[in-house]
C-alpha cells in the first residue's frame, strides 16, 4: 500500500498562486511516477500534471506555463506550483502515484483523498 497525503488547496483570487504538497509513504520502493489530477464538478477527472523518479515530466495544455510540477525524491513529496490561476482552474485536486508490479508491466495506481481549490474571479 501507499499512502498519499496532500496539502496547500484553498481560496485564491484570479491571477494568484497556490502550492500544492503530496507525500508519499508505505511501500514506495517501486513507485515511479506521481502527479496531480483534478476533477471539476460534473467533469470527468483530467490529469494536471505528472513526473517520473527521474524528472520527466507531462503537463497539461489548459496549465502549461502557468504549473510547476517538482518533486524531491528523498522526502518522497511531490508539489504542484500554480501560477496565474483562472476560475476554471477550480477543481479537487487529487495526488496520484503509480506502483510497478514487480516483473510485470502492470502498475497500481493510489489516490489521495483529495484537496479543493477555489479560484474567486
Known amino acids: 500500500q501507499v499512502h498519499l497525503v496532500e496539502s496547500g488547496g484553498g481560496l485564491v483570487q484570479a491571477g494568484g498562486s497556490l502550492k500544492l504538497s503530496c507525500a508519499a509513504s508505505?511501500?514506495?520502493?517501486?513507485?515511479?511516477?506521481m502527479g496531480w489530477y483534478r476533477q471539476a464538478p460534473g467533469k470527468q477527472r483530467e490529469l494536471v500534471a505528472g513526473?517520473?523518479?527521474?524528472?520527466?515530466?507531462n503537463v497539461a495544455d489548459s496549465v502549461k506555463g502557468r504549473f510547476t510540477i517538482s518533486r524531491d525524491n528523498a522526502k518522497n513529496t511531490v508539489y504542484l506550483q500554480m501560477n496565474s490561476m483562472k476560475s476554471e482552474d477550480t477543481a479537487v485536486y487529487y495526488c496520484?502515484?503509480?506502483?510497478?508490479?514487480?516483473?510485470?508491466?502492470?502498475?497500481?495506481?493510489?489516490w489521495g483523498q483529495g484537496t479543493q481549490v477555489t479560484v474567486s474571479s
Open positions: 496520484n502515484a503509480q506502483r510497478g508490479v514487480a516483473y510485470t508491466d502492470y502498475v497500481i495506481n493510489y
Open positions: 508505505g511501500d514506495i520502493f517501486r513507485v515511479n511516477t
Open positions: 513526473i517520473t523518479s527521474g524528472g520527466t515530466t
